[in-house]
């Protein structure tokens, strides 16, 4: 089995310090390789995980349709990513991405989940990531409406709840100046 070498590196310490990655969303001063869908499915051996992509990309992009992206400051090819379980809101992920402008474009990558060390094949985070910066960004992806309406709903949800909830405190409070 081949041991993970960007995984090595994270867990010496020599790429993960929280003081050497600088914040930066998707586009901006950031050159990611471009690749085609077949280039996708050979590095991920098939479409299983590509197709879960979209929807993990989704899900993790900011309120203005962009990816935050975190680089590090001392090396122009390494980026790293926060991605939130699938399966437990509580759980997030760190994924780095090692890449290449010439040559491979895709060295290596490491994530946190549990199957992320793998050296064959990735995680759906990488995947997702790898996805999106590489393909997606390229061929103007637009979240699905669907998702969208969705999420405004939520958000419509959550704002009504809050309004509520002061509603109740006013009520409760003029109670208690009547008793």
């Known amino acids: 089995m081949h041991r993970n070498v960007l995984q090595q590196r994270v867990e010496m310490g020599?790429?993960?310090t929280r003081s050497r990655w600088k914040k930066t969303i998707e586009d901006v001063d950031f050159d990611f390789p471009e690749l085609s869908f077949d280039d996708l499915c050979f590095l991920f051996l098939g479409t299983y995980k590509i197709k879960l992509a979209r929807t993990y990309v989704e899900e993790h992009l900011?309120?203005?349709?962009?990816?935050t992206v975190e680089l590090d400051a001392n090396t122009d090819n390494i980026l790293r990513c926060t991605i939130q379980s699938r399966h437990s809101n509580a759980?997030?992920?760190?994924?780095?991405?090692?890449?290449?402008?010439?040559?491979?474009p895709i060295i290596a990558w490491y994530c946190t989940c549990p199957g992320g060390a793998v050296t064959i094949g990735?995680?759906?985070h990488i995947v997702s990531i790898v996805w999106y910066l590489s393909y997606a960004r390229h061929h103007h992806f637009e979240p699905s409406k669907g998702?969208?309406?969705?999420q405004q709903a939520i958000m419509e949800r959550i704002v009504v709840g809050e309004d509520?909830?002061?509603d109740d405190k006013d009520q409760e409070e003029e109670d208690d100046d009547w008793h």
């Open 14 to 16: 020599t790429i993960s």
């Open 62 to 67: 900011d309120q203005e349709g962009d990816y």
């Open 91 to 104: 759980v997030k992920y760190k994924s780095w991405i090692q890449y290449s402008l010439s040559g491979d």
């Open 122 to 124: 990735a995680c759906a």
């Open 147 to 150: 998702r969208r309406r969705i």
């Open 164 to 166: 509520d909830d002061m």
